[in-house]
T-cell receptor, first 116, second 112 residues
Framework: EAGVAQSPRYKIIEKRQSVAFWCNPISGHATLYWYQQILGQGPKLLIQ????????DSQLPKDRFSAERLKGVDSTLKIQPAKLEDSAVYLC??????????????FGSGTRLTVV | AQSVTQPDIHITVSEGASLELRCNYSYGATPYLFWYVQSPGQGLQLLLKYFSGDTLVQGIKGFEAEFKRSQSSFNLRKPSVHWSDAAEYFC??????????FGAGTTVTVRA
């Protein structure tokens, strides 16, 4: 099966600019997650989607971050305007989580964002 | 809310030697427990997971982990390390909300 696809792999922008990341999960995976991984830290959940609805966005800095999953398949994460502290790897993951079972995530390779 | 502590930031081990990475979790009920590995510039790859049953779990690449409820631990082990095992390892705990909380990670360096 194809894995979780993310693009771009790398992005360098200046502070106050905007940037968007794209993710296509594994086919059939209803749940999609965006994680932020700052250098030297573990991934931190930003937002969780179930199909095209938001389940949890409590850790998403909504003044500058937004995410959507309009058709319940691929998703876009946007930052506008970017700050220096947004420099991180943005990981997308999907999971097959139905019927009360949880099988863990499959991660994409991530997008490494550098804000200068 | 669940949380994970990985006490060791960095471990150096000789090739062929055994490896053990520590993980302690905090969660009120029976957790879902995972170990992921991340090579430089790559995403996270699942090594193994524990949901229930046998407390000794076998994973890929020769890794195993043991769930000890009394110690709230889920330590990862490998009997003989290869140079390709150099990477960062993350322990994670999940709950019924299908979200994972990750530890800060342990970086493993393998010396020849």
């Amino acid at each position: 099966e194809a894995g979780v696809a993310q693009s771009p792999r790398y992005k360098i922008i200046e502070k106050r600019q905007s940037v968007a990341f794209w993710c296509n999960p594994i086919s059939g995976h209803a749940t999609l997650y965006w994680y932020q991984q700052i250098l030297g830290q573990g991934p931190k959940l930003l937002i969780q989607f179930q199909n095209n609805g938001v389940v949890d966005d409590s850790q998403l800095p909504k003044d500058r971050f937004s995410a959507e999953r309009l058709k319940g398949v691929d998703s876009t994460l946007k930052i506008q305007p970017a700050k220096l502290e947004d420099s991180a790897v943005y990981l997308c993951a999907s999971s097959l989580s139905t019927g009360g079972a949880f099988y863990g995530y499959t991660f994409g390779s991530g997008t490494r964002l550098t804000v200068v | 809310a669940q949380s994970v502590t990985q006490p060791d930031i960095h471990i150096t081990v000789s090739e062929g030697a055994s490896l053990e990475l520590r993980c302690n979790y905090s969660y009120g009920a029976t957790p879902y427990l995972f170990w992921y590995v991340q090579s430089p510039g790559q995403g996270l790859q699942l090594l193994l997971k524990y949901f229930s049953g046998d407390t000794l779990v076998q994973g890929i690449k020769g890794f195993e982990a043991e769930f000890k409820r009394s110690q709230s631990s889920f330590n990862l082990r490998k009997p003989s390390v290869h140079w390709s095992d150099a990477a960062e390892y993350f322990c994670a705990v999940g709950a019924n909300d299908y979200k994972l909380s990750f530890g800060a990670g342990t970086t493993v360096t393998v010396r020849a």
